[in-house]
């Protein structure tokens, strides 16, 4: 059953106002996880030791009692399971045409005598249907139940081998009716305890998902699963935080309305804030800075990062502090703030630049400080499991903060910050906005066929999912 709700695990139920995440499993994505449930069936099956059954036969002239055991199912074979969205509640599941071979022995008691053998059993067109309901409980855990079971078990044929074989072999109708009866009631039993399982397994999993050494992601759900007659929809908090210095940031997830796609397993969204969360914990981790020195200049630049070049926009620069290297710590005082269009994706940052003198012992000697407000614009792509974009300037305007030695006119500045940025900044910072952002997935799963679309305050992505290699061994 572990299958059913392969993309549910590792959530749980929170309060929050909206969601900044959501995922929604289409028709398409529930006929894709049947195909991969009915080999995961039939592997967990071969790996179930059947309990043993005892009776007693009446043979006329006695009672003889008898025992079958250490049952193993060798080979089994079913049709596809059929899984239908039922609105409101959950999933149906159907299993049709289930058979089963088995290997056994057994062993008799009629007085002082002892018999024994081994038997082989075949079990034809096993039939069963349950009703999982979706759902939370009162700790706000994501609750999985089962709301209803029934099975029926088609046939039953078995062959005994050794001993006084020939003798029982006459009355098969008697075990075969005995085993049938028992099935029944084991079918559901073990349906039932694999639902079990799987909610305890959806109790044990942490919602706080590690990203990198900085900053973790937070993914419970916002509210119980949707079900609809065509989709589960689940709504997620998506929040970022900094490992060190977890906070929450100062703006709020905004509500927006996804529309699953037909023609993909999977519809996910991410709004803006989802983004932003990112962003807001790795500026509070410290994370959005960068030193530049001259070495990083490119050689061909006009202007390097030495007091006596810098004297062309700054004069006193020469006279206070001649022929002298530069350092520049550039910050991002404010969080970078990213928006979600129809068109393109918008980003705001507000920064400022810290200018240096470097002495010879590479001790600083401050020297002033200007504000940049700059924007961006460019295109967000999908690469597997993570949203990653690619920017350009927009626009960038520089005024001076305060200074160490006296005003002066920041135009030409402002037009050597803008290259600075063009040839420096910008390619670091696509470069991690390359790496992107990790969408929530299960490990081992993976994107095919994706396609994003861009709109209104969120990015929504349709896909297909691949499914790792040994999934058929359960989750």
Known sequence: MHLILFFLLLFKHTLADCPAFKV???EKGLTDVSQLMSVWIVNTLKTIELPEFHGELDIKIGTIDFTLSNMWIVQ???????????KGTGVSVTVTQLSLAITGSWATHFGIIHDGGTFDLAVNNINMNTLLQLGDDDAGHLSVSSVTCSDDVGGVQ????????????????????????VLR????QATEQAIVDLERHLQEFSVNIRVDQYIYMNIPLTSSPSVTDNSIELDMKGEF??????????????????QPAENYMLSLAASDFFVNSAAYAYFSSGLLQINIRDDM????????????QFGIFIPQLRTLYPDMEMHVLLYASETPLFSFSSAEVDVH???????SAVKHDSTLIPLFRVDVDSSFNGNAQIDNIHLTAALKINNLTLTLG???????NTGPLEKLLKMAMSTVVLPKLNAYLKIGVPLPTLHGFSFSNAEMFLRNGFVLIVTDVEAPHDIASGL
């Open 297 to 308: 200049i490119p050689k061909s630049s006009p202007i390097h990062l030495n007091t006596s």
């Open 158 to 181: 078995i062959q005994f081998h050794g001993g006084a074989s020939i003798l029982f072999q006459l009355f098969v109708s008697e075990f075969s009716g005995h085993i049938s009866d």
């Open 185 to 188: 009631q084991k079918i559901c």
């Open 24 to 26: 929604a499993l289409s």
């Open 241 to 258: 935080y900094s490992s060190s210095s977890p906070s929450e940031p100062p703006f709020s997830p905004s509500s927006f309305d996804m």
């Open 76 to 86: 089994c074979s079913m049709s596809e399971p059929s899984l239908v969205f039922v």
């Open 402 to 408: 305060s200074s160490e030695i006296g005003d002066f």
């Open 349 to 355: 940052v507000t920064a400022a630049a810290k200018f």
